[in-house]
């Protein structure tokens, strides 16, 4: 048997018949496979059922602007917010988090089967915006402002760290959590070392370090 030939996990009446094995696939006519195990070289016919898939349209949001592509999932998997996937539009390949399942009737879910999900609302999670709210270190909230940085959805901000991006330099205090983000106990972030990466960045609160160097002036 050549060594690029087809092969598949199946159980084996032979030598495994409450596991599986890999085997090589020999014949197929439809869903009617000859097949023989690897283990134990028994030849066996089986049926395998090719998986259904579907095409779903895909809403993806880029820093405040959207397009819609799809994507080919199989229509028994189950689908959640929170889930991260390979999106192929004709742009380029990119990660995407689900942010909401539209089902019909304009019905949200946070999971549902994919053959019962109509749109699937996502944000792009490759390269990400981060909202920075800093403030000065006196305390006065009335020269406070708004910065957005741009970074790799993976970038880590940790609380206690210093960053610098081009002329703002800034000391993190605090770190907002978005609600689709999966793995942290508390939305808000305040204690020294705690951190978060971009993608799951709501806003991050931050001491001013600019005014901080113009006051020792």
């Known amino acids: 048997?050549?060594?690029?030939?087809?092969?598949?996990?199946?159980?084996?009446?032979?030598?495994?018949?409450?596991?599986?094995?890999?085997?090589?696939?020999?014949?197929?006519?439809?869903?009617?496979?000859?097949?023989?195990?690897?283990?134990?070289?028994?030849?066996?016919?089986?049926?395998?059922?090719?998986?259904?898939?579907?095409?779903?349209?895909?809403?993806?949001?880029?820093?405040?602007?959207?397009?819609?592509?799809?994507?080919?999932?199989?229509?028994?998997?189950?689908?959640a917010v929170g889930e991260e996937f390979v999106l192929d539009t004709p742009e380029a390949l990119m990660t995407v988090r689900i942010t909401s399942l539209e089902l019909s009737e304009q019905r949200r879910r946070e999971a549902a089967t994919a053959e019962d999900v109509e749109t699937i609302w996502t944000r792009e999670v490759d390269n990400v915006p981060v909202n920075v709210t800093v403030h000065p270190r006196d305390g006065t909230h009335d020269d406070s402002r708004s910065i957005k940085v741009y970074v790799p959805g993976d970038f880590e901000f940790t609380i206690g760290e210093t960053e610098s991006f081009g002329e703002d330099e800034f000391t993190i205090k605090g770190l907002n959590v978005r609600e689709d983000a999966v793995g942290y106990d508390r939305d808000s972030l305040d204690h020294d070392g705690d951190s978060v990466v971009a993608k799951d960045l709501k806003r991050v609160y931050a001491w001013d370090e600019n005014t901080t160097a113009w006051s020792a002036w």
């Open 1 to 79: 048997m050549s060594d690029t030939a087809e092969r598949v996990a199946l159980a084996c009446p032979s030598c495994a018949p409450a596991t599986q094995t890999v085997h090589e696939v020999l014949t197929a006519t439809g869903a009617q496979y000859t097949v023989r195990c690897t283990e134990c070289d028994h030849t066996h016919k089986t049926r395998i059922e090719e998986e259904t898939t579907i095409d779903i349209d895909v809403v993806v949001s880029q820093d405040g602007e959207s397009f819609t592509s799809s994507a080919e999932v199989p229509a028994e998997e189950t689908l």
